[in-house]
């Protein structure tokens, strides 16, 4: 790894269904962020390339029906130019990858759809590229023959597990904006403040002091032996604290 990135961190974010996934490299003194990106798929592993300035990120998923799809990236640490390697259109899931010195790129690779075989879900295979520079490799140069290599296990986590995280994440954002009534705290007791049909309830929290209840201008003490009543002009009596 060149000096200047002997020290960075490359951080992805979390697939969120409709969205991309950014991407991006961290140096951990600086905190000056390089290379940003956003994937069209889900980011599983990422490697630093031994001596150049270069990163490869392996990405994809299942499209649920028949293809694996996904990108081999190669991004430039210096220049955030960022190259998608394989020539397929749909491209590849890969769903591993490291370097093996600075020539050869190891990736595991997801057959290329589940066509009679359901095993490919748990299988990949094993194949290793070649370049004399990655720095000048072109788009979409990665072809079946680079790709190819020995069937190997390669179990992914079950869609189930993803789908029961997704449902939770869903459900906790949902009961964060589900609106809450305040609380005040004087004293030691509580007292929510509700708005409601038009009427207002307001809480006065002190030890000691009586809690007002406004209501269709009906005020209320919270002592029943002390509490008043309305008079007959449709306003009430002035309450003094206890």
Same mark, same amino acid.
């Given at each position: ?105 190891? /990736?595991?690779?997801?057959? %290329? ?5 359901? @095993? +490919?879900? *748990?299988?990949?295979? !094993?194949?290793? #590229? ?23 296990? /390669?179990?992914?986590?079950? %869609? ?5 995280? @997704? +449902?939770? *994440?869903?459900?906790? !954002?949902?009961? #964060? ?66």
């Amino acid at each position: 790894m060149p000096p200047d990135y002997a020290e960075a961190l490359a951080v992805a974010g979390t697939d969120v269904p409709g969205r991309t996934t950014p991407a991006a490299v961290h140096k951990s003194r600086s905190f000056v962020r390089s290379a940003p990106i956003r994937s069209r798929f889900p980011v599983h592993a990422m490697a630093f390339h031994p001596r150049r300035s270069l990163l490869a990120i392996d990405t994809g998923r299942y499209d649920g029906g028949y293809f694996f799809e996904g990108e081999l990236l190669l991004p430039h640490l210096k220049t955030g130019v960022f190259t998608s390697l394989i020539e397929h259109e749909l491209g590849r899931q890969v769903l591993g990858l490291e370097w093996l010195d600075e020539h050869s790129l190891r /990736a595991l690779m997801a057959p %290329p759809d589940d066509w009679q075989d359901e @095993a +490919v879900h *748990e299988d990949g295979h !094993v194949a290793v #590229a070649h370049r004399s520079d990655w720095t000048a490799v072109l788009a979409q140069s990665l072809n079946g023959r680079d790709l190819a290599g020995p069937r190997a296990p /390669a179990p992914r986590p079950d %869609p189930r597990e993803a789908a029961q995280r @997704a +449902v939770a *994440e869903l459900r906790s !954002v949902r009961q #964060a904006q589900r609106p809450v009534p305040s609380k005040d705290l004087r004293g030691g007791i509580y007292v929510n403040r509700m708005k409601r049909s038009g009427s207002v309830t307001n809480g006065v929290c002190e030890r000691g002091l009586m809690i007002q209840v406004k209501a269709r201008s009906q005020t209320f003490d919270a002592n029943p032996s002390t509490r008043s009543k309305p008079n007959g002009s449709g306003t009430s009596r002035k309450l003094v604290g206890v």
